[in-house]
């Protein structure tokens, strides 16, 4: 479940446990992952990239320039290594253990290894001796300290005779580890996470109504991170255009601030987490109209009535262990009011954004100030909404951590 669609770079070095390979590609792919795999030359000696190509249904790289087919240019290892959400290095042969230490890159594996940001794994396999030399275990110790994770060797025969450590992980077991460590990654695995996005609507009549220019861009990224990062996920929208990838998440579609109040209120009770992001109309007419409201020569007075404050009232029957997080959307004294917001609302963190020409409603970009309850504040610059999200749910749970 928790490699289900993930894109994994499978870099094989020149090993003869490369022949492992392709029923490594098998276990992969049987877990829904799409994989692409980078060879060193030698590995290809061990391993026809012909079987590798087949089985993922993609061409195998090994070379930064395809000589065969000169057409396809350069094969970049940025792109490669970027495009991964986890990259497994298997078998990891004594020589590209020891260039990935000293951060070398003097092939297409090394370098994508270098240029990865994702979660890096990898796979020792040597003869028994090379596997306990003093250098190999320093080389191991530095990739681990560097927060790169081994799948330890396994004991056995090795090719050449000898019996003892040094032998790859069989496949099933570099699977079972990846798998197990990217569970352990997910801090809030257990977790019910409840997020409102979006705009609101309130009637006029039956064509027309008041909203505001909210996207829902930053509630989706904060709903999918935490899905990411393992939470069960409820996420409350209000009305947007925007087709959101609602994978790995539960969605209540809502129009009107009463509505959103009722979906969130239903399930805020069972939320151990509960972000408040949509921007939700505080007025609605007093009145909506059963029919269309004609045209006259006459001023056209709408009476309206404060709608329900979904996070102020949902805050204030909160229980000791739920965390509320809010946001403020401010366009002068921002912290002062979003201060003000936190305590009123009984929230435990307060995001505070300031309406701007590349931040706040319906931009990719924002650039907010997290205020927490003792008023500590922690600031993250202009960036993609999808990256702040991540920053943001790093920066709630090392505070939840350590509060
Ligand atoms: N909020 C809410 N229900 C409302 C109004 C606001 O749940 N009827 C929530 C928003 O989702 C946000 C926080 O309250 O998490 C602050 O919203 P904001 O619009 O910044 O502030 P308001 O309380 O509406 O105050 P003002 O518009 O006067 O700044």
């Given at each position: 479940m928790v490699l289900q669609g993930k894109k994994v770079l499978l870099a094989v070095s020149g090993s003869?446990?490369?022949?492992?390979a392709p029923m490594l590609v098998r276990l992969l792919v049987k877990k829904s992952c799409v994989v692409r795999v980078v060879l060193t030359k030698s590995a290809a000696d061990f391993v026809s990239p012909l079987t590798l190509s087949t089985l993922t249904d993609a061409p195998v790289e090994v070379d930064f320039f395809n000589r065969e087919s000169p057409?396809?240019?350069?094969?970049n290892h940025v792109d490669m290594a970027l495009w991964a959400d986890l990259m497994i290095i298997?078998?990891?042969?004594s020589n590209t253990l020891s260039k990935m230490a000293s951060g070398q890159s003097d092939n297409l594996l090394l370098a994508a290894f270098m240029s990865a940001k994702c979660p890096v794994y990898f796979a020792p396999a040597m003869d028994l001796d090379m596997y306990k030399n003093e250098a190999t275990k320093e080389n191991i110790e530095k990739l681990i300290s560097r927060g790169y994770h081994c799948i330890p060797s396994e004991s056995g025969e090795l090719a050449s005779g000898l019996v003892g450590?040094?032998?790859?992980?069989?496949p099933e077991n570099i699977v079972a580890f990846v798998e197990q460590s990217l569970i352990d990654q997910?801090?809030?695995?257990g977790k019910t996470v409840m997020v409102n996005a979006g705009p609101t609507r309130e009637a006029i009549d039956p064509v027309r109504f008041i909203g505001n220019h909210a996207s829902g861009k930053m509630g989706h990224a904060l709903a999918t991170e935490a899905a990411r990062l393992g939470a069960k996920v409820h996420l409350i929208l209000g009305p947007t255009g925007i087709p959101f990838d609602y994978s790995g998440m539960k969605v209540t579609h809502v129009e009107s601030t009463q509505e959103m109040y009722e979906a969130c209120a239903a399930i805020f009770p069972d939320a151990d987490l509960a972000v408040f992001s949509a921007a939700v109309a505080d007025y609605r007419p007093a009145k909506r109209h059963e029919q269309k409201v004609k045209k006259s020569e006459a001023n056209l007075e709408i009476s309206l009535e404060p709608t329900v404050d979904i996070l102020k009232t949902l805050g204030h029957q909160k229980k000791s262990e739920q965390i509320v997080i809010g946001f403020a959307l401010e366009t002068e004294n921002a912290i002062e009011y979003a201060t003000k917001k936190l305590h009123t609302k009984n929230a435990d963190f307060i995001v505070c954004n300031v309406a701007g020409e590349h931040t706040?409603?319906?931009?990719d970009t924002n650039e907010v100030t997290v205020i927490a309850k003792d008023e500590s504040q922690a600031h993250f610059p202009l960036t993609e909404k999808t990256q702040l999200a991540k920053y943001l749910w790093n920066h709630f749970i090392k505070s939840l951590a350590t509060s």
């Open positions: 003869i446990a490369a022949y492992k057409e396809k240019g350069w094969s298997a078998p990891v042969s450590e040094g032998r790859m992980a069989e997910q801090p809030l695995r706040g409603f319906a931009h």
